[in-house]
């Protein structure tokens, strides 16, 4: 994870992170908790986020899985 001023930290909402993946916000939660899916960052006490790059991660292990 980088953290330049050419390529900062960019973190995700939860709005953002459902555009990119079709999950729901139980299947995200559930699958966070089976250390299946990224954490979240808690930002304030009603506040949270995904690191961007750990999401885009994840979306390419996928498509690897998938053998593309």
Same mark, same amino acid.
Do not use: C, D, H
């Given at each position: ?10 973190? *995700?909402? *939860? ?52 053998? *593309?």
């Amino acid at each position: 994870m980088k953290n330049t001023e050419t390529n900062p930290i960019r973190i *995700l909402p *939860l709005k953002e992170v459902r555009l990119r993946i079709p999950y729901s916000s139980v299947q995200i939660w559930r699958k966070e908790n089976a250390g299946e899916f990224p954490r979240r960052v808690r930002l304030g006490a009603n506040r949270v986020g995904w690191i961007e790059s750990e999401i885009e991660a994840w979306i390419s292990s996928k498509v690897r899985e998938r053998g *593309l």
